[in-house]
C-alpha cells in the first residue's frame, strides 16, 4: 500500500481488526520510510453502486467523500474524528440496504442532515448551507428559525414539568409542616396569666 504522506510503498500492518458491522476489516499500517499511521478498509467486492446527482448525471458512490463533508462541516467544532467516522459507516450501511444500483445525492444529504442535527447545530448549518443551496437570506433564515422554535418548543416542556413538579411537592411538603405545628401546639399546655418560670420557682422557695 502507497503512504498517503511520502508515497512509498513500504509499510506494514501493526493493528487489524473487524468493522462493527462486519462487512469489512480495518488495517492500521505504520509507513517504514517516513514512520507515518495511517488506516485502510478491506471491503467485499459488490457491483458498483452509482449515485445520482443533481443534474441527473451519475457518479460511483464514495464513502470518502461523505466523511470529506463531515470533516468540513465540523471544522473548528469539537468533535472527534471517530465520531464522524462511525457516522460515514451508518450511512453507508444504510445507503447499501436500502439501494442496490443507482441512489438519489438527496438522499445521501439527508442522512447527513440528520446525523448532524444530533451532533452539533453549527455543522448542521453549514452543511445546510451548501446541500440546500439557499437563494437569499430568508430561506437561511426560515431553517434556523425551524432549529430554534424546535428548542423553544423543548424548552417550555421542560420547565412546564418542573413547574409541576415543584408545585406537587410544595403541597405535600406544606401539609407535613401544617401538620406538625397542630400536634406541638396540642401538647404544649397552655400558660396562666402572669405566671413564669422565675415567678414559680420564687413561690415555690416561699412555701419551704
Aim: hydrophobic share 35%; net charge positive; charged share 40%.
Amino acid at each position: 500500500m502507497r503512504c498517503p504522506f511520502c508515497k512509498e510503498d513500504d509499510d506494514k500492518v501493526i493493528d487489524s481488526r473487524a468493522s462493527s458491522d462486519g462487512f469489512a476489516i480495518r488495517r492500521r499500517r505504520e509507513c517504514l520510510a517516513c514512520s507515518r499511521r495511517f488506516t485502510t478498509y478491506e471491503r467485499i467486492e459488490e457491483s458498483p453502486l452509482r449515485v445520482i446527482k443533481k443534474d441527473g448525471g451519475r457518479e460511483p458512490f464514495e464513502r470518502r467523500k461523505i466523511l470529506l463533508g463531515l470533516i468540513k462541516a465540523c471544522e473548528k467544532r469539537p468533535i472527534p474524528i471517530a465520531l464522524l467516522e462511525a457516522i460515514t459507516e451508518r450511512i453507508e450501511n444504510r445507503v447499501l440496504e436500502e439501494y442496490d444500483s443507482e441512489v438519489p445525492v438527496s438522499y445521501i444529504g439527508e442522512l447527513v442532515m440528520q446525523e448532524l442535527k444530533d451532533v452539533d447545530q453549527v455543522a448542521y448549518v453549514r452543511f445546510a448551507s451548501v446541500y440546500r443551496e439557499f437563494k437569499d437570506i430568508n430561506e437561511f433564515m426560515d431553517e434556523l428559525k425551524g432549529m430554534l422554535s424546535g428548542g423553544r418548543r423543548a424548552a417550555v416542556r421542560a420547565a412546564v414539568d418542573r413547574a409541576a413538579g415543584k408545585k406537587t411537592g410544595g403541597k405535600k411538603t406544606g401539609g407535613k409542616k401544617a401538620g406538625g405545628r397542630k400536634k406541638a401546639a396540642a401538647k404544649k399546655p397552655a400558660a396562666k396569666k402572669g405566671d413564669s418560670p422565675a415567678s414559680g420557682k420564687s413561690a415555690g422557695s416561699g412555701s419551704r
